[in-house]
């Protein structure tokens, strides 16, 4: 048998270097897969987010982001549980993502996090969980907010918590001994009173605001602290490139607005002016009245003064088949109706012009005497400086990554001391959030 030994190290060499390259080749490809995987579920979840399907969105990035952590998808993410409603989990998602540009020195996304967070901290609700453990001692007595147990450095502290309802509840060597369903909305502080188990002679718990406890027996399940009660450390940042955070929301200019956009429709005016007659002495009046095509371009500039709500000012500018324009703007107010409509109004100050031929007659001096004429001439007659109101009507059309684009109306009335003038155009616009 020895000298076989030889013949064995000659094969066993390559067997090993053999079954080396295949563990790295099949952990490379795992990896890839993953990477694949993570990198797919990024691009769905996004796809969705554009389309407004946060409830379907959010998992997608959820799991993106467990695959492969990164700062885009985290901020995603974060813009996504904003989007549902979670302002705190939105809330507590942001910071996580200034942590970790702040540790990339990332500048631009660090302000835009900082910004985020800004806007959601008022909104956020929040809830104290106040125990006593009584006699049985803190370390027999575990605390669950929604089925997870609180870790007793939190008992006392106002966690962040998403609106809605919430379940606490109370266990005393593994039997739950009391539970009570806390409604928080938006901005609210609750607290509530955990009493000690039966042991120590629990303080009541008020009839309105407590559960029927559960069956003796009931084990306390083991489950881990939701992620989005405390602020954990943040993850590395991943290979996400700038457009990612750009896509976190439909802008990032802290809550600037703008909105540019174009029309055709239809303008009304009516105005008449005093002037000297060209065809001789004396005053005559000059009297216009006419629909014509009118086409131009409206804009809004302003700012998200409170949720939804931008304040700014709208103008529009337009010419006219009477050879002649319209001008107005003054400060506005807009407000989405749901995910696909808009709404607003503007108090207008402006003015319009047309061109035309008109009648005129008067009496003019000949020489001797007053004398009847009327003719016919081409003038421009202004309607002046005038007032009025406008309405803005929208529907959403496409969204995407920076804003949306709207089929929009934007009818108006102006009324001066010359005339008045109505107009009722259509057209598009994209408003960059």
Same mark, same amino acid.
């Given at each position: 048998?020895?000298?076989?030994?030889?013949?064995?190290?000659?094969?066993?060499?390559?067997?090993?270097?053999?079954?080396?390259?295949?563990?790295?080749?099949?952990?490379?490809?795992?990896?890839? #897969?993953?990477?694949?995987?993570?990198?797919?579920?990024?691009?769905?979840?996004?796809?969705?987010?554009?389309?407004?399907?946060?409830?379907?969105?959010?998992?997608?990035?959820?799991?993106?982001?467990?695959?492969?952590?990164? +700062?885009?998808?985290? +901020?995603?993410?974060?813009?996504?549980?904003?989007?549902?409603?979670?302002?705190?989990?939105?809330?507590?998602?942001?910071?996580?993502?200034?942590?970790?540009?702040?540790?990339?020195?990332?500048?631009?996304?660090?302000?835009?996090?900082?910004?985020?967070?800004?806007?959601?901290?008022?909104?956020?609700?929040?809830?104290?969980?106040?125990?006593?453990?009584?006699?049985?001692?803190?370390?027999?007595?575990?605390?669950?907010?929604?089925?997870?147990?609180?870790?007793?450095?939190?008992?006392?502290?106002? +966690?962040?918590?998403?609106?809605?309802?919430?379940?606490?509840?109370?266990?005393?060597?593994?039997?739950?001994?009391?539970?009570?369903?806390?409604?928080?909305?938006?901005?609210?502080?609750?607290?509530?009173?955990?009493?000690?188990?039966?042991?120590?002679?629990?303080?009541?718990?008020?009839?309105?605001?407590?559960?029927?406890?559960?069956?003796?027996?009931?084990?306390?399940?083991?489950?881990?602290?939701?992620?989005?009660?405390?602020?954990?450390?943040?993850?590395?940042?991943?290979?996400?490139?700038?457009?990612?955070?750009?896509?976190?929301?439909?802008?990032?200019?802290?809550?600037?607005?703008?909105?540019?956009?174009?029309?055709?429709?239809?303008?009304?005016?009516?105005?008449?002016?005093?002037?000297?007659?060209?065809?001789?002495?004396?005053?005559?009046?000059?009297?216009?009245?006419?629909?014509?095509?009118?086409?131009? #371009?409206?804009?809004?500039?302003?700012?998200?003064?409170?949720?939804? +709500?931008?304040?700014?000012?709208?103008?529009?500018?337009?010419?006219?088949?009477?050879?002649?324009?319209?001008?107005?703007?003054?400060?506005?107010?807009?407000?989405?109706?749901?995910?696909?409509?808009?709404?607003?109004?503007?108090?207008?100050?402006?003015?319009?012009?047309?061109?035309?031929?008109?009648?005129?007659?008067?009496?003019?001096?000949?020489?001797?005497?007053?004398?009847?004429?009327?003719?016919?001439?081409?003038?421009?007659?202004?309607?002046?400086?005038?007032?009025?109101?406008?309405?803005?009507?929208?529907?959403?059309?496409?969204?995407?990554?920076?804003?949306?684009?709207?089929?929009?109306?934007?009818?108006?009335?102006?009324?001066?001391?010359?005339?008045?003038?109505?107009?009722?155009?259509?057209?598009?616009?994209?408003?960059?959030?």
């Amino acid at each position: 048998m020895k000298p076989l030994r030889p013949f064995r190290r000659t094969l066993c060499a390559p067997l090993a270097g053999a079954l080396l390259g295949a563990s790295a080749l099949l952990w490379g490809r795992q990896a890839a #897969a993953e990477e694949s995987a993570a990198e797919q579920l990024f691009r769905e979840g996004r796809a969705l987010l554009v389309e407004q399907r946060f409830a379907e969105a959010c998992p997608k990035l959820e799991e993106s982001q467990r695959l492969e952590p990164s +700062l885009g998808t985290k +901020l995603n993410l974060a813009f996504c549980h904003e989007r549902l409603g979670q302002v705190a989990t939105a809330w507590v998602g942001f910071q996580e993502a200034l942590i970790t540009a702040r540790t990339a020195g990332d500048a631009a996304r660090e302000a835009f996090a900082k910004a985020r967070i800004d806007a959601l901290a008022p909104r956020v609700p929040w809830l104290r969980v106040r125990a006593s453990a009584g006699d049985a001692g803190a370390d027999q007595v575990t605390i669950l907010l929604d089925g997870a147990a609180l870790d007793p450095v939190a008992w006392d502290k106002e +966690l962040p918590v998403d609106p809605g309802e919430h379940v606490v509840a109370a266990a005393h060597q593994g039997e739950v001994f009391w539970e009570t369903t806390v409604a928080l909305k938006e901005s609210e502080r609750v607290d509530v009173a955990v009493p000690a188990p039966a042991e120590a002679a629990p303080a009541p718990v008020p009839a309105a605001a407590s559960r029927p406890a559960r069956r003796p027996g009931a084990r306390v399940p083991a489950v881990r602290l939701p992620r989005a009660r405390l602020l954990p450390e943040a993850p590395r940042d991943g290979v996400r490139d700038e457009r990612s955070v750009r896509a976190a929301s439909p802008g990032v200019s802290d809550g600037l607005v703008f909105e540019v956009g174009g029309f055709l429709g239809h303008l009304w005016l009516d105005a008449d002016k005093t002037d000297v007659c060209v065809n001789g002495d004396g005053e005559c009046d000059f009297t216009l009245s006419t629909g014509s095509l009118l086409a131009g #371009a409206t804009g809004f500039i302003g700012y998200t003064a409170m949720e939804r +709500l931008d304040l700014g000012i709208r103008a529009q500018i337009g010419l006219h088949s009477s050879v002649g324009l319209l001008i107005a703007l003054g400060p506005s107010v807009s407000y989405p109706l749901g995910d696909r409509f808009r709404v607003g109004g503007t108090l207008l100050f402006g003015t319009a012009t047309q061109s035309g031929p008109v009648f005129t007659d008067g009496y003019v001096w000949n020489g001797y005497e007053y004398a009847y004429r009327s003719d016919t001439v081409t003038t421009s007659v202004p309607l002046g400086f005038s007032l009025g109101l406008g309405v803005e009507i929208g529907m959403k059309l496409t969204d995407s990554p920076s804003g949306a684009l709207f089929l929009q109306t934007t009818p108006l009335f102006l009324v001066g001391a010359d005339g008045v003038a109505a107009s009722l155009p259509l057209g598009v616009a994209y408003r960059w959030n």
